[in-house]
């Protein structure tokens, strides 16, 4: 019984046709939901000694993910626009000034006065959490990678020990340049994460319940019932309460690419309840086997309708592009675009066993 219960659990759309005669594949259209809206762009942050977080922004319920639960908040105190600039535009100027005021900030309290090295101290920031205790079950690894490319400009992701990833954000004509780029967004991203305003608290849990009830209409009952859709909101927020909000993001882009893949749909078909899912995903980290299962119902999707994988990867990748030019924390849109690219290297490994 408790192995039927975990294969309906699998995050694969296909797993268990046998079982459940009628779930099927969900279209490609269906899986590509939009994201949920971008936060506005906030006002710029002067450059203070270590420059008070704003308060978190609300977390939003468009009770959009399948199972009735909110998208994420965001991570970064400082969003930028919603639409990249144009082209060798660079980054917007409050965007560049607020990492910059941060960067600085940090240089004069840990080095005094002068130029800082960000790579050097993003991995040092990471470090020293460590040596304070902090949980970190992979160490304190700040890990970059490079997009290929021969000429400029060049981009560099960079991620987090938790797994937060954020990108270069400015026209970089170097890869040294693109490194230190993604280095800085990271760095202010990690600083603002340790303000008291980004935790999770008992009133941050009231206050963005109470403005969940609002925007739906709801009553204090269904937030108090674990088996509404504001009520799964309250326990994910409970369950994690004490966090920051840069993990929670890490929590949450699990849930995210559960419902672009349609797989929370397909776990619904398969009665799953919606507490049974929360319980298993909110203790299950991103691995190989979450992205095989979803690499492979997009290999199912282009089969069933030719075109569906390069159209999906494309939008990807602009959503990709968009989201780290306005420095926005990245881990849902890589993880698409790395699911998709593992895809379109099975279905090349499927035709080449064909010839």
């Not at 919606?274 to 089969?303: C, F, G, K, P």
């Not at 030019?325 to 035709?351: C, N, P, T, W, Y």
Request: aromatic residues 6%; glycine residues 8%.
């Amino acid at each position: 019984m408790e192995s039927v219960r975990a294969q309906r659990l699998q995050p694969g759309v296909g797993t268990l046709r046998s079982l459940r005669p009628g779930v099927t594949g969900a279209p490609a259209a269906a899986a590509s939901a939009p994201p949920p809206p971008p936060a506005p762009p906030p006002a710029a942050v002067a450059a203070a000694p270590l420059p008070a977080a704003p308060p978190p922004a609300g977390l939003g319920l468009g009770l959009g993910l399948g199972l009735g639960l909110p998208p994420p908040p965001p991570p970064l105190g400082l969003q930028g626009p919603a639409a990249p600039p144009p082209p060798g535009a660079g980054p917007p100027a409050v965007l560049r000034e607020a990492v910059e005021a941060v960067v600085r900030s940090f240089a004069k309290h840990t080095q005094g006065y002068g130029r800082v090295n960000v790579v050097e101290a993003l991995q040092e920031f990471w470090q020293m959490k460590q040596s304070r205790g902090a949980d970190l079950k992979n160490g304190a690894l700040v890990v970059y990678e490079m997009v290929p490319s021969n000429s400029p400009p060049y981009v560099c992701y960079v991620t987090l020990p938790g797994g937060s990833c954020f990108g270069s954000f400015q026209f970089c004509p170097t890869k040294a340049e693109a490194r230190r780029s993604a280095a800085k967004i990271a760095l202010m991203n990690s600083v603002f994460n340790e303000h008291p305003s980004r935790r999770i608290t008992d009133e941050f849990i009231e206050k963005s319940v109470s403005e969940a009830l609002a925007s739906f209409n709801g009553n204090r009952e269904e937030a108090d019932n674990p088996n509404t859709g504001i009520g799964a909101f309250r326990f994910m927020l409970e369950s994690n309460k004490g966090k920051s909000m840069l993990e929670f993001q890490e929590l949450m882009t699990v849930f995210q690419l559960l419902h672009w893949n349609g797989s929370l749909k397909a776990m619904r078909e398969r009665q799953c309840s919606r507490q049974e899912v929360l319980a298993h995903y909110s203790h299950r980290a991103l691995d190989d086997d979450i992205r095989n299962q979803m690499a492979m119902d997009w290999v199912n999707r282009e089969q069933n309708s030719p075109g569906a994988l390069s159209r999906e990867l494309a939008s990807t990748e602009r959503e990709l592009d968009e989201a780290r030019l306005a420095g926005k924390e990245l881990r849902f849109h890589k993880e698409k675009k790395d699911i998709l690219m593992l895809a379109a290297g099975q279905l090349g490994s499927v035709h080449s066993s064909n010839c």
